[in-house]
């Protein structure tokens, strides 16, 4: 990957950690989640899913609404820009597939589930995370 892929890519990061920090301070002052919507949480009373295998298809990137556990939501703001500092092990892999989004394209599909017309990550929250930075739409 050509060097100045990566230090743009790394640009993008602080930009992305930028805004994460400033909506999550924003959120929070108002009382606010700050994080990412947990679907863990939100089923936790009623414990009533169903899982029914789909297949692979594009989703809107509104209709993602937040992640599957707990521990990932404290890696990204409500928004899916990352919170944590540069120099980070999450920071160089964000930057490694900014960098491949840049130069390639993301092809690697996520998984999710959906609950409520709504989408919560299992698996992928970093390709979220650079695919909204960008404004992609699916």
Partial sequence: MQAS?????RMEYDNALRRGKREYSTLTS???RGTLV????LTQE??????VKQP????????????YTSARARSFS??????????????????????????EGLRDPI?????????YVIEGNK?????KYFGAPS
């Fill in 5 to 9: 892929v990566k230090h743009t890519a």
């Fill in 30 to 32: 108002k009382g606010e």
């Fill in 38 to 41: 947990v679907l863990d949480e």
């Fill in 46 to 51: 009623s414990r009533i899913m169903a899982y």
């Fill in 56 to 67: 692979t298809r594009e989703i809107s990137m509104n209709r993602i609404a937040g992640t």
């Fill in 78 to 103: 409500a928004g899916f820009m990352p919170l944590y500092d540069s120099g980070t092990e999450f920071a160089g892999k964000w930057i490694a597939l900014c960098a491949a989004h840049m130069s």
């Fill in 111 to 119: 998984q999710v589930y959906e609950y409520m017309w709504n989408y």
């Fill in 127 to 131: 390709r979220v995370s650079v695919l």
